[in-house]
């Protein structure tokens, strides 16, 4: 039987994926979240949203956030009587930052809480959810996990049947992210339909190197960041799609700053050592001298949790 008023607030960071030549295999999550509570209440759905996607999110069972909710409780057999959600979204929508998947893991942290609220949350059983439900590791598993995470599909055997696996990666104390937002939006399904199904052989040996390079640049090098953040797989295809961010790219890279096309874009991300944040500044003022892209400056590290309950 539910308690009324039964209570979950909840964190989730936005995440940035791929970070040049890790297509589908690489993501951070930065210290950029949304919070969200869920309330049991007595009958019906209250759907309540700030920020972003208050004015284009659907208000009724079918927001992504209380759908996952409601099918998580199902999965363990339980039935709410009525929910009220109210969400304060910060992480910019269809910007390549992983709004869509911090909306899923923070559905799935909420069923936990109110679920099992004396418990610590399982995240295996959370990142084995979040992994069946999102068709991209690299944004969930960094929400999940927190920081650098390297994600794969398949076991042992390479059948992508066995689903994606993952594990979280160091992070040099040094390592600053800065997120150059554009105003307008590209839709993921858009800018994967512009990749090709094969790749010149030269292409994958370059991203392959520069990928493990990047895990080396992450922990303990981040002055070899520009070179570690080359990509040759996807960044070119999807130029047609966000030419203004691929030119900053362009611009930023050749200043010297490891600059990046942040998962499926637009917003272009940069790495960076901190001590290179003045040096950055710069390069992006006259890069970028209309203001078109809006900077904010990171930290990775930050990770999903249930920041409160209340029974
Ligand atoms: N790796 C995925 C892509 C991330 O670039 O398509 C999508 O958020």
Not at 94 to 114: D, E, I, Q, T, Y
Not at 130 to 135: I, K, Q, S, T, V
Not at 176 to 201: D, I, K, N, Q, Y
């Amino acid at each position: 039987m539910w308690a009324l008023g039964r209570q979950v607030t909840v964190e989730v960071p936005a995440t940035s994926a791929n970070l040049g030549p890790g297509f589908d295999s690489l993501g951070l999550a930065l210290n950029w979240y949304d919070r969200s509570t869920v309330t049991v209440i007595e009958d019906g759905f209250e759907i309540v949203v700030h920020g972003e996607g208050a004015d284009s999110v659907p208000c009724d069972q079918s927001h992504l956030v209380v759908a996952t909710i409601l099918e998580a409780l199902a999965d363990w057999g339980l039935q709410v009587p009525g929910l009220r959600f109210e969400a304060t979204n910060t992480i910019p929508h269809g910007r390549g930052l992983g709004s869509s998947s911090a909306a899923l893991v923070a559905g799935l942290l909420m069923a936990w809480g109110l679920a099992h609220p004396h418990e610590e949350v399982d995240r295996v059983w959370l990142l084995r959810e979040a992994f069946a439900r999102e068709g991209h590791a690299d944004n969930v598993a960094p929400a999940i996990h927190g920081g650098f995470v390297i994600t794969w599909a398949g076991a042992h055997n390479d059948s992508p049947d066995a689903g994606h696996r993952s594990r979280p990666s160091q992070i040099h104390s040094a390592v600053s992210a800065v997120a150059l937002v554009p105003g307008v939006e590209v839709l993921t399904t858009a800018a994967r339909s512009v990749l090709p199904s094969e790749v010149p052989f030269s292409d994958a040996v370059a991203n392959a190197s520069r990928a493990a390079l990047l895990v080396h640049a992450m922990s303990q090098e981040p002055s070899l960041f520009l070179e570690a953040t080359s990509d040759r797989l996807h960044q070119v295809h999807r130029a047609e799609l966000m030419p203004k961010s691929i030119q900053l790219v362009k611009e930023l890279r050749r200043a010297g700053f490891g600059a990046l096309i942040s998962g499926a874009g637009p917003t272009v991300l940069v790495l960076l050592d901190q001590d290179q944040l003045p040096g950055l500044r710069r390069a992006i003022a006259a890069a970028d001298p209309n203001r078109e892209f809006s900077a904010h400056e990171l930290r990775p590290g930050y990770r999903a949790r249930i920041i409160h309950t209340c029974e």
